[in-house]
C-alpha cells in the first residue's frame, strides 16, 4: 500500500486517518476577538436547547469547516429586528454584539424598503459601468469625511478594503512596510491579518506579508511600556512608533484602529496627533480603519475626530450596508489617486446598487435620527451606570468607553490586573440566559455595543441583567 503525500492512502481515496490528524491542534485556543466556541459553558448551554435545535446545529457543524469564533454555532437564530434577536426557542435576546454592524438595529424598515426598490429598479450593475446610487452614496461619503478625503473605492467587506487601502499606500509611497498594533484586528483576509496583532488570527498560516513591523498598541490600563499604569503619561507608546519609523527608514504606512473595538482601548490624550506628526515626519502615510467604529457608533460619524489627527486613508464598513448587505469603502486623499492604470479594487459588486442604496437610507437616518448625538448621550449615561457597577464589585478593573462603544474588563486582582476569563465567560452565560447577548474579548473584556436605535428602556434592562449576573459570579461589596 502506497502513501499519499499530506498522508491517508490508496485504499482510503486519500483520506486522513480520523484517529491521526494531520497537523496536531494546539492545547487551548489563544484568547482573541470573541468568546470561545470551545468553553465549558457552550456545551451546558447546547444541553438545553431542543432537540430540534440541536439537530440544526449538528447539521451546521457537520456541513461547515470548524472555526473558532463561530461554528460550532450557540444557537440557532429564527429572528432580528431592531435591538432584539429571537432564537429557534423563541428566546429573546439583546442584542449588544451585532458584529458592530447594526447601528441603525437590525432590520431597519427604511433599509429594507430601500433595498427593496432598488432590487426592484436594478438590481446589479456590471463593472465599466457606474449607477446613480453608487455616485451618490460616494460624495455623500466625501461630504462626511473628516480632513482632505475626497476619493472612494467600494468592496464587498471591511477586510478587503483594508486590502486596498494597502495597495494605495504602496502605490503613493513606493514602499511596502508597514507599521501596525499588536492585539489589533483589521480583518481575516492573509493581507489584513498580516498588519492585524491576533494570534487567534495569524497563528499557524504563515509567511504573513513581509515588512508588517508591529508595535505596542496605546491601552493605558495595560500599557507594556508603564506596566504600573499610565497615569501622567508621557506618550511612550507614541515615542517608540515614532522610534521604530525612524530604523525601518523606509515605512510605507501606519495602520491602526483609532480606538481598538473590541476592547475599546482609548488612546491617551494627544497620542494621535504625535503619530500624523512622526508619519509626516518620516514619509509614511496614516491608514486609519473604522470598519467596526465609523457612522455614528462612538459619538461622532467617524471616532478619529475625537482625536484630532486627519488620516490619508480611512476604512469604513460593517453598518455602511445598513446592518443587512456587506458594504465597505476606502476614502483617500485625492492626492493619493496614483493607480489609475492598475486593478486596486477590481471586485465583482464594488458598484452594487442594492447595498449602495442600503448605504444611503443607512446615511440619511443617521443625519435624520442624529445617531451619533443619541450615541454620545446614551453612552455617557451607560458609563456613568457602569462605573457605578465598578463600585460594588471588585471583579470590574476598569470600565470604558466612547458613544455606545463599551467595554468592562474583568480582573481577578486590582493590584496585579490578572485576567479574570473563567468569571467573563460566566457572566456571559449568566447574561444570555436572562435576555442579553454581548461578546467576551481577550478573554476577560465584556464589549458591550448596543444598537445606535436603542430604547432607553431596553437600555436599562441590558445594565441590570448584567448586574445580575455580576452578582451571580462575584458577590458585591458591601
Known amino acids: 500500500m502506497t502513501a499519499r503525500p499530506g498522508g491517508g492512502d490508496q485504499a482510503t481515496g486519500g483520506r486522513q486517518d480520523a484517529t491521526r490528524p494531520l497537523v496536531a491542534a494546539p492545547s487551548a485556543p489563544p484568547p482573541g476577538e470573541g468568546d470561545a466556541n470551545t468553553s465549558p459553558r457552550r456545551a451546558a448551554w447546547r444541553a438545553g436547547l431542543s432537540a430540534a435545535t440541536r439537530a440544526l446545529l449538528d447539521r451546521d457543524a457537520a456541513v461547515f469547516l470548524c472555526q473558532s469564533l463561530s461554528t460550532p454555532c450557540l444557537d440557532v437564530l429564527t429572528g432580528c429586528r431592531g435591538a432584539v434577536l429571537t432564537t429557534r426557542d423563541g428566546r429573546e435576546l439583546l442584542d449588544f454584539h451585532g458584529n ?115 508595535v505596542p498598541p496605546p491601552e493605558p490600563y495595560r500599557c507594556v511600556l508603564r506596566p504600573g499604569g499610565c497615569d501622567g503619561c508621557d506618550l511612550a507608546c507614541a515615542r517608540y512608533l515614532d522610534y521604530v519609523l525612524e530604523k525601518e527608514g523606509d515605512v510605507g504606512a501606519v495602520v491602526a484602529e483609532p480606538l481598538r473595538c473590541t476592547t ?27 470598519t467596526a467604529t465609523c457612522l455614528g457608533r462612538t459619538g461622532r460619524a ?26 465597505a469603502a476606502v476614502l483617500a486623499d485625492p492626492a493619493l489617486d496614483v493607480g489609475a492604470q492598475l486593478a486596486i479594487g477590481h471586485y465583482t459588486h464594488e458598484k452594487n446598487p442594492t447595498a449602495c442604496a442600503a448605504g444611503l437610507a443607512m446615511l440619511a437616518i443617521l443625519r435624520r435620527d442624529d445617531l451619533a448625538g443619541r450615541a454620545a448621550r446614551l453612552g455617557a449615561k451607560a458609563l456613568a451606570r457602569l462605573r457605578a457597577m465598578a463600585q460594588r464589585f471588585p471583579v470590574i478593573g476598569d470600565v470604558r468607553g466612547l458613544g455606545l462603544s463599551l467595554a468592562v474588563e474583568l480582573v481577578r486582582d486590582r493590584a496585579t490586573r490578572e485576567k479574570a476569563s473563567d468569571a467573563a465567560d460566566a457572566v456571559l452565560y449568566h447574561c444570555l440566559e436572562d435576555g442579553l447577548s454581548f461578546k467576551t474579548s481577550h478573554g476577560n473584556v465584556l464589549t458591550l455595543t448596543p444598537p445606535l436605535t436603542i430604547a432607553e428602556t431596553d437600555l436599562d434592562r441590558a445594565w441590570d441583567i448584567l448586574e445580575r449576573a455580576l452578582a451571580r459570579v462575584c458577590p458585591p461589596k458591601e
Open 100 to 214: 458592530s454592524l447594526h447601528q441603525a438595529g437590525h432590520a431597519h424598515p427604511e433599509i429594507v424598503a430601500a433595498i427593496k426598490a432598488q432590487l426592484e429598479a436594478m438590481a446589479f450593475c456590471p463593472r465599466r459601468f457606474t449607477n446613480e446610487p453608487a455616485v451618490r452614496l460616494a460624495e455623500e461619503l466625501v461630504a462626511l469625511a473628516p480632513g482632505r478625503l475626497g476619493k472612494v473605492l467600494f468592496a464587498p467587506g471591511g477586510s478587503l478594503a483594508v486590502g486596498m487601502a494597502l495597495k494605495i499606500a504602496r502605490l503613493a509611497t513606493g514602499r511596502f512596510k508597514t507599521v501596525s498594533m499588536w492585539d489589533a484586528f483589521h480583518g481575516a483576509s492573509l493581507d489584513a491579518c498580516s498588519v492585524g496583532g491576533e494570534a487567534l488570527f495569524r497563528g499557524r498560516i504563515g509567511p504573513l506579508l513581509p515588512g508588517t513591523e508591529h
Open 264 to 290: 475599546v482601548n482609548i488612546p491617551p490624550p494627544g497620542y494621535w496627533p504625535a503619530v500624523r506628526a512622526a508619519c509626516d515626519r518620516h514619509g509614511a502615510l496614516l491608514i486609519l480603519d473604522e
Open 302 to 327: 467617524f471616532a478619529c475626530a475625537h482625536f484630532g489627527a486627519e488620516p490619508d486613508l480611512l476604512v469604513c464598513g460593517k453598518g455602511l450596508g445598513g446592518g443587512i448587505l456587506p458594504l
